[in-house]
Nanobody
Framework: QVQLVESGGGLVQPGGSLRLSCAAS????????MGWFRQAPGKEREFVAA????????FYGDSVKGRFTISRDNANDTLYLQMNSLVPDDMAVYSC?????????????????WGQGTQVTVSS
């Protein structure tokens, strides 16, 4: 069984930066890809970014492109999300997810494993 644990959320002022981490554990953690999603109160879960685990190929949602960077540390089974130029609309619970299936990585249904999420608050 794969377990995903996010960390790094918190309160940041508009224009600031945060780096989220997602530590994966499990006897045979070998995902095809991992991703980040976010959900703000009263809104649907939104795709943020995804990365192919072996190749490092990345995908981004339109609202974060150019501001956020997804990366991974294969040796330590850790996923990252560097978030820069944060705005109040970025405020949400951010969750990481992993999949072994070659499906559309921009959709929730592509992922089999999810973390509990970490809160990101953007406010002055």
């Amino acid at each position: 069984q794969v377990q995903l644990v996010e960390s790094g959320g918190g309160l940041v002022q508009p224009g600031g930066s945060l780096r989220l981490s997602c530590a994966a554990s499990g006897r045979t953690f070998s995902p095809l890809a991992m991703g980040w999603f976010r959900q703000a109160p009263g809104k649907e879960r939104e795709f943020v970014a995804a990365i192919i685990w072996i190749t490092g190929t990345t995908f981004y949602g339109d609202s974060v492109k150019g501001r956020f960077t997804i990366s991974r540390d294969n040796a330590n089974d850790t996923l990252y999300l560097q978030m820069n130029s944060l705005v109040p609309d970025d405020m949400a619970v951010y969750s990481c997810a992993a999949t072994r299936r070659p499906e559309n990585l921009r959709t929730e249904r592509a992922y089999d494993y999810w973390g509990q999420g970490t809160q990101v608050t953007v406010s002055s």
